[in-house]
């Protein structure tokens, strides 16, 4: 599962939303801080395209994920 891979480190999120995206889960993981995260059901996290940049965001922190993009953005 994500969540599963998500805790070992193990792959990437990959998101195909006009500029793709090939996001190491390790990138990820950092955001994650809270000790519990891992007991419940559900992980979210999100993805926000602003003009010049990527970010993952997870709770109040978020990461610049720009150069995990496949090809050229922005266009």
Do not use: C
Request: charged fraction near 35%; hydrophobic fraction near 40%.
């Amino acid at each position: 599962s994500f969540k599963t891979r998500l805790e070992t480190e193990d792959g990437f999120l990959l998101m195909p939303r006009g500029p793709v995206l090939l996001i190491p889960l390790s990138a990820i993981k950092e955001l994650i801080s809270d000790p519990d995260a891992f007991e419940r059901d559900t992980i979210d996290v999100f993805v926000r395209f602003d003009e010049d940049r990527i970010v993952v965001f997870y709770k109040q922190r978020e990461r610049d994920v720009t150069e995990h993009v496949l090809g050229l953005w922005p266009n």
